[in-house]
T-cell receptor, first 115, second 110 residues
Framework: GAGVSQSPRYKVAKRGQDVALRCDPI?????LFWYQQALGQGPEFLTY????????KSGLPSDRFFAERPEGSVSTLKIQRTQQEDSAVYLC?????????????FGDGTRLSIL | ELKVEQNPLFLSMQEGKNYTIYCNYS?????LYWYRQDPGKSLESLFV???NGAVKQEGRLMASLDTKARLSTLHITAAVHDLSATYFC??????????WGAGTKLIIKP
């Protein structure tokens, strides 16, 4: 079946521009996560949705980062006024149920480069 | 500070050998996950360990969890080239968050 799909796969933007990253989770998955992964590092948690509710956004690094999942399926991570330190791979993951006990299924990520 | 430490961070080994990757963590947790990542690819779930003493095996890989020692191990038996990848452990610390190790890059030479 279809896995987690992220788009675009690569994004290059100039410093100061706004970007929007899309995640299509596995159909029917309740939980959705966004992570940031720097080169050679493990993923770092950004935010968690249970259906359309954003239950944890404590990992978002600044108020320039905003995520939404308005209908409980597709999610968008938006970064405003991008800065060079935002360059990273942004990973989306989904899991079937509510938090706990289940592995997360990851997309291939969006590689964001800020010039 | 919550920490998840993997060691080694880099491992080069010969086919046919055995080795163990260690994952230590600094907080109380009884849920731990192991993932595999190939270059440029997404993370693939390998094992879900949900209690003290849990042991899971799949092919040449075996994972275990000791919650009292705050330690998980990923053991590789008779390594083959196809197992070359980066392996991550991730600890459930509650509040909907996983804390990830930095990853162990494993290279298996023919």
């Amino acid at each position: 079946g279809a896995g987690v799909s992220q788009s675009p796969r690569y994004k290059v933007a100039k410093r100061g521009q706004d970007v929007a990253l899309r995640c299509d989770p596995i159909s029917g998955h309740v939980s959705l996560f966004w992570y940031q992964q720097a080169l050679g590092q493990g993923p770092e948690f950004l935010t968690y949705f249970q259906n359309e509710a954003q239950l944890d956004k404590s990992g978002l690094p600044s108020d320039r980062f905003f995520a939404e999942r308005p209908e409980g399926s597709v999610s968008t991570l938006k970064i405003q006024r991008t800065q060079q330190e935002d360059s990273a791979v942004y990973l989306c993951a989904s899991s079937l149920g509510e938090w706990g006990n289940q592995p997360q299924h990851f997309g291939d990520g969006t590689r964001l480069s800020i010039l | 500070e919550l920490k998840v430490e993997q060691n080694p961070l880099f491992l080069s080994m010969q086919e046919g050998k055995n080795y163990t990757i260690y994952c230590n963590y600094s907080t109380t947790s009884d849920r731990l996950y192991w993932y595999r990542q190939d270059p440029g690819k997404s993370l693939e779930s390998l094992f879900v360990l949900l209690s003290n003493g849990a042991v899971k095996q799949e092919g040449r890989l075996m994972a275990s969890l000791d919650t009292k020692a705050r330690l998980s191990t990923l053991h590789i038996t008779a390594a083959v080239h196809d197992l070359s990848a980066t392996y991550f452990c991730a600890v459930d610390v509650g509040n909907y968050q996983l804390i990830w190790g930095a990853g162990t890059k494993l290279i298996i030479k023919p």
